[in-house]
């Protein structure tokens, strides 16, 4: 064998060069893009969180009355604050009751005794939809399933709504 060390040539030396200095450029490239990929997936979800709602329990009576919140809302780096309603009451068995105002049929909101015509229902003004009490939807009427209902808890009095859960059609 040969003493002789190998000798990397101009060549050879600026294509070792140039590779390495592209592959890091690349890997610089690609990091940004991954984060931004995967960081959300492994931040934990805040979904489900009960939100205070103002609202102590004493003052809620079987009349419905409208509850307006804010919630924190995150979606990827962008913070918000937006806005959520709720009809609460308590029902013939001292239950709270939630109910999204929301309706069904196509996303307008409904106000509780809307219209002279039904009284005692919940009334959405624009296909006339309607709505019983306890949130399940009048036969013969636009909306194919009931009020949504809110996930509720009571804490020292004060009532907590958490998100809407749709419900079966009828």
Not at 134 to 142: A, F, L, M, R, S
């Amino acid at each position: 064998m040969s003493d002789k060390k190998q000798q990397v040539s101009r060549r050879q030396f600026l294509n070792y060069t140039l590779t390495g200095v592209g592959g890091f450029m690349a890997a610089g490239l690609l990091v940004s893009p991954l984060r931004m990929a995967i960081d959300p997936v492994l931040k934990e979800s805040s979904s489900g969180d009960l939100v205070n709602v103002g609202l102590s329990v004493d003052d809620i009576t079987s009349e419905p009355q409208r509850v307006d919140w804010t919630v924190e809302q995150v979606d990827g780096w962008y913070e918000s604050e937006p806005s959520r309603s709720a009809w609460v009451f308590k029902n013939d068995n001292g239950d709270i009751v939630a109910l999204s105002p929301i309706c069904t049929h196509l996303g307008c909101v409904v106000s509780w005794e809307g219209s002279e015509d039904y009284p005692n229902q919940f009334f959405c003004p624009c296909h006339d939809g309607r709505y019983e009490k306890d949130g399940t939807n009048v036969p013969g009427t636009p909306p194919l399933a009931p009020l949504p209902y809110y996930e509720h808890e009571v804490r020292d009095g004060i009532l907590f709504l958490g998100n809407p859960i749709s419900r079966e059609g009828a």
